[in-house]
């Protein structure tokens, strides 16, 4: 037989019949055939294959930054940007890269991803630093937005601080307000206890007419955004606590809380707190309100156990409490509540086991806890409580075996508290590097965003 009648030559299909193909498989199978050779390969590159396509590409690997020139620019419908803000070359990059994604005909969400969140303090920035972010991010952003054709759904700054103080800039340029989706100007901050409050024109927030989900820092909230955001169909609400200026900024006041909770009854109010230090001791005093519908909380790396402001919680919250997060260094810190409070009070994460009827969700590392207090937290929730992860036991108190199978069965699942080697670095016992400790607090910050 000759060769070439053993191969038969497959690139030869016409593009017309070999797309009539491809409609019949599934996507899986699709990609499969597309690999036979570079004809079909190409055939697969079509709008009607990529519907909804979420494409993330890393700046340091040119191979991918090609392959999105020359191949996804026009096919991805949401687009993640995984780069280095503290390197100068991956930088020159994205602003070529932004300017692809402004002119695309079909990207319609955008999101940033970086290990390094903050450039510096933004007061100790040079001018030639604010021109380079202007040139590279801000200008590409705003063209981006400014599209009409196809509008922005989605846009998220990556918790970048240097970037969300040009939110209201780019809230400005937007084109179809309306069609946002959702928007992320929450950030990390180079220094949580010093660093200046973005500025916001709330009728630009209020002509997001379709925004879904909004994160925020919390020195941005008054009790006229809270009024004017009614006016938006949130479902997801994220507010971020830094630090707290008790001279210069006033608390959101219990009545805008109590007006924003009667018009959003189902919302998810999610209140983080980040390298805190400060605001984590004024928490039930100048954050917390009766009326302020918090479901999910977050503490990361406060450096302080504030037991009063979980009992407060644990009060005023009940009806709307569905997860508490509480995440530390073990290294650093043991968060152990001190014997004379453990003999006047009850720990404050069994109190918000008994009292907060929709509870599911606990996540405990950095705090050592009794292993009395979790079989009670496994009796008061029982079978409602989806997650309970701990981290940190006194078994010197008690032997594992003799909890372990009552909170399985209290449970209905099969339990063990997590061990300090599988830990993530910035929670185990040994030194943590910051950077390494802001790349896992933005994960979380981005889990909530989900």
Known sequence: MNLSQSHPPWQTIPAVALTQIFDYLEPQDRRSAASVCYTWRQCLFQKRYFKNFRFQIDVARDDQLTFFHRSMAQLARELVIVFDFHNAFQIQKMRRLLCKVARSENIQALRFQTHNVGLAAVGNMHSDHFVGIEQCFVEPLKLFLNRKCKPCHLLDLGAIEALTYYGQDLLRSCGKPQELQQLTLASLKYDPSHYPILSLDITLLQKCANLQVLSLDY??????????????????????????????????????????????????????????????????TRVLRRHMPVTHVRLLFCEFMNSEALDWMSLNNKDTLRSIYYMDSAYKHNNRLDYRHNFLRQDPFVMMAWRCVRLEEIVVHGYLMDPHNLVGIARLRGRKLKRLEVSMIDWSMSPLNAYKEEICSLLGQQWAPIRIDELPPSLSYGPVDYEVRDQFVYEMMRQDLG
């Open 219 to 284: 020195d941005t909230l008054t009790d006229e955004l809270l009024h004017t955001i009614q006016v938006l169909p949130l479902r997801k609400f994220i507010i971020v606590v830094h630090g707290l200026d008790s001279e210069e900024q006033a608390s959101v006041s219990e009545y805008a809380w109590a007006n924003f909770a009667r018009h959003f009854t189902s919302i998810d109010l999610v209140l983080t707190l980040v390298y805190a230090y400060e605001a984590i001791e004024l928490l039930q």
